[in-house]
């Protein structure tokens, strides 16, 4: 997820102008999401991990720490790493390596969440219409 939390301080590097639009977006997300989470609190069963190793224990681990899989619906990492997506797309400033980097570990995080089951695939679904909508009303 360092992605998702470096991305901007890139972003403002390159562009501040659309640093600030990236910055409002993902308030909106923000406050979109929790909006869908007081009206409809959703969660994700897990699976029992019957498999040992490394592997297993971090995921093991990850589902302790995590206890409950909750307001899931839509995925704030989802959106937030679409949202990334998006705007290194649009951050013509920044070299274009960087942008496919921020692009590629975004779409790494979404995979990631799916793959462990911390979502299910509705869930990052439910995420791109919620990003279209910060972005038409918070992008120039």
Request: with cysteine.
């Amino acid at each position: 997820c360092g992605v998702l939390v470096l991305f901007p301080l890139g972003l403002y590097a390159y562009d501040p102008g659309l640093y600030w639009e990236y910055t409002a977006c993902w308030a909106g997300i923000l406050v979109l999401c929790f909006i869908v989470y007081g009206f409809w609190p959703t969660t994700v069963k897990r699976p029992e991990i019957r498999q040992y190793g490394v592997s297993a224990e971090v995921l093991r681990l990850l589902y302790r720490v995590d206890r409950t899989a909750c307001n899931c619906l839509p995925s704030l990492h989802c959106a937030v790493s679409y949202l990334v997506g998006f705007f290194a797309l649009r951050c013509g400033n920044m070299p274009g390596l960087l942008r496919a980097g921020a692009g590629g570990l975004a779409l790494l995080v979404v995979t990631a969440v799916l793959l462990i089951k911390q979502h299910a695939l509705v869930d990052a679904l439910a995420a791109v219409p919620v990003v279209a909508a910060v972005c038409l009303l918070f992008c120039r």
